[in-house]
């Protein structure tokens, strides 16, 4: 990929992350933690063995505030 490519891919994820955090932020804290509860499980069942240790650690970042805001 090249590196506008990711700049841009990055940028855009970044902004998906934050629009996802401030949603589940206006959400009752019931409905948040189960979404936490999803999100975790759905995570759990990604075949990890597919992607780097980069993206993986790049995903992590992401969902970290996210995961973050539900709790």
Request: hydrophobic letters at 55%.
């Given at each position: 990929m090249r590196?506008?490519?990711?700049q841009e891919?990055?940028?855009r994820i970044s902004m998906l992350s934050i629009v996802l955090q401030e949603?589940?932020?206006a959400?009752?804290?019931?409905e948040a933690a189960?979404?936490?509860e999803?999100?975790?499980?759905?995570?759990?069942q990604l075949p990890h063995f597919a992607?780097?240790?980069d993206v993986d650690a790049a995903t992590v970042r992401e969902l970290?505030?996210?995961?973050?805001a539900l709790a």
């Open positions: 590196t506008n490519q990711a891919f990055n940028a949603l589940c932020r959400m009752p804290r019931a189960k979404v936490a999803l999100v975790h499980g759905r995570m759990a992607v780097s240790a970290g505030p996210l995961l973050a």
